[in-house]
């Protein structure tokens, strides 16, 4: 069967939600994802934001910066031969947790409580940043996807990425991680670019240059993100021309974007350039952790029992497809897809070339996470395909999908750390696949 897709530089084949029902929708998705997460991290609430880890070292930087004051005195750091301690973690994270901690801080202080930045409030402050970020995102997404297909397929692809992939898990198990904080920033780029490329403004601009500058910041290969902006819309040569007349065009916001991105790294480098003594630093290098690019786990990133992300989240399995396809397939929009499928293969072979490639304590590989805000618009192409396809015979599709999205949020309950290493097995991965469907 011929898969179909409405052509990416088409308008709107129906109205795109109003703010007003985006906002009520956001705010009503980041109440339930707030009240999942507090439930299910209740037995561990005490260690949510001290236990040391990926969450802490993002996170530290907040109690650091407006009740400590002091940057060198962070609790999750690496000694350096020199005596002093090295953040491995960026500030990016924190920057966006920001106002929600200030309103912690605030609650704290208007009822009394004693602020050291850990205490409950803050717990649930966190709770609801990650919370708001993962719903923000699929709002974003959501308002992409309505440019090209019907309110029913862009629903579908928002909600079964959320429920059927690790977004619920990095959103409502272990929301302390980078990656819903990137993939909202991942949705807003693709928004905004759609946004410049049917009407271009400073302001939108502003906000591409401004949302690359805090995606890098938060974790550098992140970068490979910005080839979206950069590419996409048109061929290469036609697409770089016209980059370069929205920065002649809105000039006064390009150089306003670059100060702000500035400011906004400035603190970063100088903390870099006083605990190393240089204003760029590779920090895991200063663990000898680095890249092995002429021994990169491919396959393994995507189907190994540790942590492989097509194994774990087969619902994408589609969605992968559908990209191969469109990128190579002749039509005006090849380029566009072959822009995404760039992204996500940079993204592929980096990850499969780092020394740690399952990247530990992972559920699903969670390099990925950032990246369903680009990936859901081919597998929106699945979800309409396989609508189509399955015909009268759409109960069976329903089962399909609902086993999946049951196996993904049950696994997301059983998860536990380490699910890697010598003693995760194929047999404990079978034993998981068991428990999570009888329970």
């Known amino acids: 069967m011929r898969i179909t897709f409405v052509a990416l530089s088409s308008p ?3 109205p795109i939600l109003s703010t007003r029902w985006s ?3 956001v705010a009503g998705l ?5 009240w999942l997460a507090w439930n299910t991290n209740a037995p561990r609430m005490g260690l949510l934001l001290t236990h040391p880890g990926d969450p802490l070292g993002y996170y530290q930087w907040l109690p650091g910066t407006f009740l400590n004051g002091d940057w060198s005195t962070l609790p999750y750091v690496h000694y350096l031969p020199s005596g002093k301690g090295l953040s491995l973690f960026t500030m990016g994270v924190a920057v966006m947790q920001a106002p929600f901690f200030l309103l912690a801080r605030l609650y704290c202080t208007a009822t009394g409580i004693p602020v050291t930045g850990f205490e409950l409030p803050f717990v649930f402050a966190r709770l609801m940043a990650s919370a708001f970020y993962c719903s923000a995102g699929l709002a974003l997404v ?6 090209y297909w019907g309110a029913g397929v862009a629903g579908s692809t928002c909600l079964l990425i959320l429920v059927g992939t690790n977004l619920y898990y990095y959103s409502v198990h272990d929301g302390g991680m980078s990656h819903v ?3 909202f920033l991942f949705g807003a780029l693709l928004n905004l670019t759609h946004g410049m490329l049917e009407k271009p403004s400073g302001v939108r601009l502003l906000g591409l240059v401004f949302c690359g500058a805090l995606l890098v910041l938060i974790r550098p290969l992140n970068g490979v993100a910005l080839l979206v902006p950069v590419l996409y819309g048109a061929p290469p040569r036609k697409a770089l021309r016209l980059r370069w007349q929205w ?21 970063q480098l100088m903390y870099w350039e006083k605990q190393t003594g ?5 920090t895991y290098g200063s663990k000898n952790e680095g890249f092995f690019w002429l021994d990169a786990h491919l396959w393994d990133i995507l189907f190994s029992h540790q942590g492989g992300w097509l194994l774990y989240h087969p619902i994408m399995i589609g969605a992968m497809v559908a990209l191969a396809y469109k990128a190579y397939e002749k039509g005006g929009t090849s380029s566009n897809w072959r822009v995404l499928l760039a992204v996500w293969g940079l993204a592929w072979y980096a990850y499969a070339s780092w020394w740690n490639w399952w990247l530990g304590g992972s559920f699903g590989h969670r390099g990925f996470v950032e990246h369903y805000a680009y990936l859901a618009l081919p597998f929106a192409v699945f979800v309409n395909a396989a609508v189509q396809w399955f015909g009268r015979w759409r109960w069976l599709l329903l089962i399909i999908t ?4 049951f196996l993904n949020i049950r696994m997301s309950l059983l998860a536990y750390s380490p699910m890697d290493g010598p003693t995760w097995t194929w047999r404990s991965l079978i034993k998981m696949w068991a428990d999570a469907f009888f329970i």
């Open 247 to 267: 920065i002649m065009t809105f000039r006064r916001w390009f150089v306003l974007a670059a100060i702000a991105a500035l400011i906004l790294i400035l603190p």
């Open 402 to 405: 609902g086993a999946l999205v």
């Open 142 to 147: 959501y308002q992409t996807l309505r440019r």
């Open 181 to 183: 904080y990137s993939f």
């Open 30 to 34: 980041t109440c339930l994802l707030t």
């Open 12 to 14: 709107a084949a129906s």
């Open 278 to 282: 240089s204003l760029i630093a590779f």
């Open 23 to 25: 906002l009520m929708i």
